[in-house]
Every structure is written in C-alpha cells, then in structure tokens.
C-alpha cells in the first residue's frame, strides 16, 4: 500500500518527457491534467510554505477535473456499493476522495523533476488504457491508467508496477465492510483526513492498523 501511496501521486509529480506522435484523446487529457500541475508546480508566486493552502486548492481542482471520483470510490466499494443508501454514497465519495487527494497531495513537496513518458495509449469502447514509465533517479516505474468516457475522458484507476489503486482500496473496504456499516467505513474515512490535517505522520490505510 504504501508503495502506491508514493507512486500514484506521481500522476500530480511527473513532468511529459515524450508522447506517441499519434496520440489520442485520452492521453492528450490525461498529459493535459499533468501539465496544469506541473505549472501550479512551477509557478514562482505560490512555492514556499505561506503559499500551501492556495497551492494545495489549486491542486485539488486540478485533480477534480480528470479524475471520477464516483466511479473510483464506486469500484473501490465493490459489492457492498449497492448497499449504501444515496446519503451514503454521496457521502463516501466526498470523503475518500477528499482522503486520496489530501494523501497524494502532501506529497508535492518531494516533487523532483521526475520525467514520465507516454508510451501506449489503447481504447475499448467507453474505456482507455494509457501506459507511461517514469524515470527516477535509481529506476523506472510503469505506471498506467484507466479511463473512462463521461462528457470528457476521466482517470478512475491508477496501477503501479502492475498493483492496482482501487483494488487496494477495495480489499481495505470489504475487511471493514463485513463486520461494520458504512457509516462506520465513513467515519473511519474522516478520522484518517483529520490525522492528515493535524500533520500525523499516518499512511493511507483506513484498517484498524492504519
């Protein structure tokens, strides 16, 4: 888990480096939500610490506009999803996706130039695949995503070195989800955003453990 902690974040760290000459739509949206970040990144007028919040809120509505936050907590959810009620739903989602771009986001801080390069982009109807490796100082990371058609293309899976995000998540969800609500899933979603905005150094698991 922690290992795609630190590396799906890459999707709000990474720099293009190259893409295929014939790239599709997808991938253009996807390099097009990393671009943004990597000018909010660069931009000289919000570095430094007194410039977090404003830099972290620009970041979220970054991350807001190419990612399905429904359809990732949807899938992270599984079987159990259909159990929530609408309340519910719309609650879970608020609250893990606040819980995932709070955990990536902090990380921004570690950002050092890293270059991603756009290698395959592959569509199967309303869904896309994109390839990319990233280049680190030690090794490169393959780091691909799942997209999904609404009026745009939208990213709701990231998989890192072959280990899917939502599937984590998912595994996480339904240990809990067998012995309590999902308003205790809920609750236990927003006690691990308030240890993140309290500075506790606490990883992304939402287990009794975590």
């Not at 050092?112 to 390839?131: D, P, T, W």
């Amino acid at each position: 888990m922690k290992k795609i902690s630190v590396l799906a974040g890459l999707l709000l760290l990474t720099v293009c480096l190259c893409s295929p000459a014939f790239a599709g739509e997808p991938l253009d949206r996807l390099k097009t939500g990393v671009d943004k970040v990597v000018d909010i990144l660069s931009d000289p007028a919000l570095k430094g610490a007194a410039k977090k919040v404003e830099r972290q809120q620009k970041m979220r509505a970054v991350s807001d506009s190419f990612f399905d936050w429904r359809e990732l907590s949807r899938r992270a959810a599984a079987e159990h999803w259909a159990k929530f009620t609408p309340k519910q739903q719309e609650d879970f989602v608020v609250a893990f996706s606040e819980l995932l771009q709070k955990t990536y986001i902090r990380k921004l801080d570690k950002y050092n130039n890293e270059k991603v390069s756009y290698l395959k982009e592959q569509i199967e109807g309303n869904q896309a695949f994109v390839n990319t490796l990233v280049a680190m100082k030690d090794k490169s990371i393959p780091i691909n995503y799942v997209m999904i058609k609404r009026d745009q293309w939208l990213v709701y899976d990231v998989f890192v070195e072959g280990v899917s995000l939502v599937k984590n998540y998912r595994t996480q969800f339904a240990k809990i989800l067998v012995k309590d609500s999902p308003e205790a899933l809920i609750q236990r979603i927003k006690d691990k955003i308030k240890a993140l905005d309290e500075g506790k150094n606490v990883d992304d698991s939402v287990g009794k453990d975590g």
